[in-house]
């Protein structure tokens, strides 16, 4: 039996007596991935043991009155819980941690934890401009902007974001990195490729060196004509004088002394773009001893992965997202390597690696999947947990489709409030002290980014 609509979808298979013996999830040209066997008792009628494609024990399962109590695997063991009166569920582990993962009403409906959401704004239908390498992004999408670094195509657009970010780069004016007219010494015109003026840092045209008259451009696409005086403390540059109530176009003094380099005067970022929702929030400045989780390392890419996640996702919240993937990514890497969760020095089985920017854990979310607790509609195993998984090796999925994964594992994992489901995401009650200390900071930035 197949399900699913996307171009992918769970295979189960049964035995005579209806019993379920292999489970898989399957791509849209016929192959596999993430098969496991189930090998039942012909006592109890129930399936004792999962085992994995190689015949390799998985999990054993332990019931009580026909009802599985406890599932033990060689990395935990995970006891389930139910409510005789009212049917409600959830599951504790060895460590003492417990949390609630379904709620039912008097009909028996399973109705969560979440409070019942207004729908959202209505989508103005403005779309964003994507760039190269971005979610989706290819060479005939037209809304696609191509971004070049020193003359070279790039296709990770992230890492390009990040050094303007830092200051490392800097972005050609007006998006245009070709070469312009400008004048030389003798007033007449001449292609001038785009460089920075080695004394004033400037970036422009300087057809007559460093020291000569130069064109710099200005708001709105117009130039401004700029020389530097010889003796490398002022620039004069052109601009409009108010003299006897009138105005002068002519050259003014920008005067500074004790550097070799001009630096002009400092300007904020602009209201709403990242940097300045980033310092508002706090984020900026704001680590917690003992946690791990750090919001000084977040970054424009990964803001915008989030709103992405969310406005496909919207049941999940922007700090919730926000949090989780701060903890299962510290440095707000969206193609990270997986995490194998080695213990005592030895990587734990594959099936039990975290994997993705969201670090979503093969066992439990396959399990969530194939038992038809998460919804796969509209997304794909290798968008969401990569072509391939491998150590060491950068995530080869689709940050988008991951984020959308572990927005839905939220879901599914349960919890009364933003904070339970953290923790309940996790499987640790750490997860809740950094959501204490980071979801309102985090709530403060998307209240305030424009995506600027």
């Known amino acids: 039996m197949q399900s699913g609509t996307?171009?992918?979808?769970?295979?189960?298979?049964?035995?005579?007596?209806?019993?379920?013996?292999?489970?898989?999830?399957?791509?849209?040209?016929?192959?596999?991935?993430?098969?496991?066997?189930?090998?039942?008792?012909?006592?109890?009628?129930?399936?004792?043991?999962?085992l994995d494609s190689n015949g390799q024990r998985q999990e054993s399962y332990v019931y009580a009155g026909g009802k599985k109590i406890a599932t033990a695997s060689p990395w935990q063991a995970v006891w389930t819980h139910e409510d005789p009166v009212t049917g409600s569920h959830g599951i504790s582990i060895t460590q003492g941690y417990y949390g609630a993962d379904a709620e039912f009403n008097a009909d028996g409906v399973n109705v969560g934890f979440a409070e019942?959401?207004?729908?959202?704004?209505?989508?103005?239908?403005?779309?964003?401009?994507?760039?190269?390498?971005?979610?989706?992004?290819?060479?005939g999408n037209p809304n696609c902007v191509t971004v070049f670094l020193d003359g070279i195509e790039m296709h990770d657009w992230g890492s390009v974001a990040h050094l303007i970010d830092?200051?490392?780069?800097?972005?050609?004016?007006?998006?245009?990195?070709?070469?312009?007219?400008?004048?030389?010494?003798?007033?007449?015109?001449?292609?001038?490729?785009l460089t920075t003026n080695p004394k004033t840092g400037q970036q422009g045209y300087w057809p007559n060196g460093p020291n000569g008259l130069g064109l710099i451009p200005g708001t709105m696409g117009n130039p401004r004509f700029v020389t530097v005086s010889t003796g490398g403390h002022q620039t004069l540059e052109w601009?409009?004088?108010?003299?006897?109530?009138?105005?002068?176009?002519?050259?003014?003094?920008?005067?500074?002394?004790?550097?070799?380099?001009?630096?002009?005067?400092?300007?904020?970022?602009?209201?709403?773009?990242?940097?300045?929702?980033?310092?508002?929030?706090?984020l900026a400045t704001t680590s917690v001893e003992g946690q791990y989780g750090n919001g000084t390392h977040f970054t424009k890419e990964?803001?915008?992965?989030?709103?992405?996640?969310?406005?496909?996702?919207?049941?999940?919240?922007?700090?919730?997202?926000?949090?989780?993937?701060?903890?299962?990514?510290?440095?707000?890497?969206?193609?990270?390597?997986?995490?194998?969760?080695?213990?005592?020095g030895i990587d734990a089985p594959r099936d039990w690696w975290d994997v993705g920017p969201f670090g979503l854990n093969l066992h439990y979310v396959v399990t969530a999947i194939v038992t038809g607790r998460v919804s796969m509609n509209g997304l794909e195993p290798d968008k969401i947990f990569g072509k391939e998984v491998v150590k060491d090796q950068r995530f080869t999925g689709d940050p988008l489709a991951n984020g959308r994964m572990a927005a839905r594992y939220h879901q599914a994992v349960g919890g009364k409030t933003d904070r339970q489901k953290a923790i309940n995401y996790a499987g640790r009650e750490g997860r809740g002290d950094s959501w204490d200390s980071f979801h309102g900071l985090f709530e403060r930035f998307f209240g305030c980014y424009g995506r600027k």
């Open 116 to 139: 019942p959401t207004s729908p959202g704004a209505e989508d103005s239908g403005f779309k964003y401009p994507e760039v190269a390498g971005g979610m989706g992004c290819s060479v």
């Open 166 to 193: 830092i200051g490392a780069v800097r972005p050609c004016p007006n998006n245009d990195c070709g070469p312009h007219v400008a004048p030389d010494k003798n007033g007449n015109p001449l292609l001038t490729p």
């Open 239 to 282: 601009g409009w004088l108010t003299y006897q109530n009138q105005k002068v176009w002519t050259l003014l003094s920008n005067s500074y002394a004790g550097s070799d380099y001009f630096e002009p005067e400092p300007q904020g970022p602009a209201a709403g773009s990242f940097l300045d929702c980033f310092d508002k929030s706090g």
């Open 302 to 344: 990964s803001a915008d992965l989030l709103l992405d996640i969310h406005s496909n996702e919207p049941e999940t919240s922007l700090s919730l997202l926000a949090v989780t993937l701060m903890n299962e990514n510290t440095k707000f890497d969206i193609t990270v390597s997986p995490n194998t969760n080695p213990r005592h």
């Open 6 to 50: 996307s171009a992918s979808g769970d295979v189960n298979k049964y035995d005579g007596d209806g019993r379920l013996t292999r489970t898989s999830i399957q791509y849209q040209y016929g192959s596999e991935t993430f098969i496991h066997y189930y090998l039942n008792s012909s006592v109890l009628g129930l399936a004792v043991s999962k």
